[in-house]
């Protein structure tokens, strides 16, 4: 993040980029009303490294930023770890919808986040010791389904 406002953050790679696209990525990154409820909304100056955002603020304004720049190939490494699982599947849900032509690959050990993924690939220890889907990996069983029934009992303990 720069010591610029939010809508130059988002734009940095186009700086010449129409607000109606910054709007289109920072919704698909699910930061747009949030942004509209800062005090200058897209003007609002986020401070050196994005300070006045909050973690999960400064990851949705970075991918905005990717997003804008309308790759082929978007890697997501651990992108939305400090994005709760509702916004992390949402935002993956938009990004399933827009992709079209973009394939999406994204690391990550939120796995209700990552169930929704057409393909998903377990690694141990540096090794892919599963691939399917969701389902697909849950009727294998393996380390996939006791990752993802570690995570859930988890997540009902909470």
């Given at each position: 993040?720069?010591?610029?406002?939010?809508?130059?953050?988002?734009?940095?790679?186009?700086?010449?980029?129409?607000?109606?696209?910054?709007?289109?990525?920072?919704?698909?990154?699910?930061?747009?009303?949030?942004?509209?409820?800062?005090?200058?909304?897209?003007?609002?100056?986020?401070?050196?490294?994005?300070?006045?955002?909050?973690?999960?603020?400064?990851?949705?304004?970075?991918?905005?930023?990717?997003?804008?720049?309308?790759?082929?190939?978007?890697?997501?490494?651990?992108?939305?770890?400090?994005?709760?699982?509702?916004?992390?599947?949402?935002?993956?849900?938009?990004l399933s919808q827009g992709a079209g032509r973009k394939t999406v690959?994204?690391?990550?050990?939120?796995?209700?986040?990552?169930?929704?993924?057409?393909v998903i690939l377990v690694m141990d220890r540096?090794?892919?010791?599963?691939?399917?889907?969701?389902?697909?990996?849950?009727?294998?069983?393996?380390?996939?389904?006791?990752?993802?029934?570690?995570?859930?009992?988890?997540?009902?303990?909470?």
């Amino acid at each position: 993040m720069f010591s610029s406002t939010i809508r130059d953050n988002i734009r940095y790679s186009q700086p010449q980029q129409e607000q109606s696209r910054i709007e289109s990525a920072a919704k698909q990154a699910q930061i747009h009303p949030e942004i509209l409820n800062f005090p200058r909304q897209y003007d609002t100056l986020v401070g050196e490294r994005g300070i006045t955002l909050s973690g999960g603020q400064r990851q949705r304004t970075a991918l905005a930023r990717a997003l804008l720049v309308d790759a082929p190939i978007l890697i997501l490494d651990d992108a939305l770890s400090s994005v709760d699982n509702q916004t992390a599947t949402r935002i993956l849900a938009e990004l399933s919808q827009g992709a079209g032509r973009k394939t999406v690959i994204f690391i990550s050990h939120q796995m209700s986040a990552a169930a929704t993924a057409d393909v998903i690939l377990v690694m141990d220890r540096g090794r892919i010791v599963q691939s399917g889907s969701h389902g697909e990996l849950m009727a294998q069983g393996g380390l996939y389904r006791s990752l993802w029934e570690r995570q859930q009992l988890e997540a009902s303990l909470r």
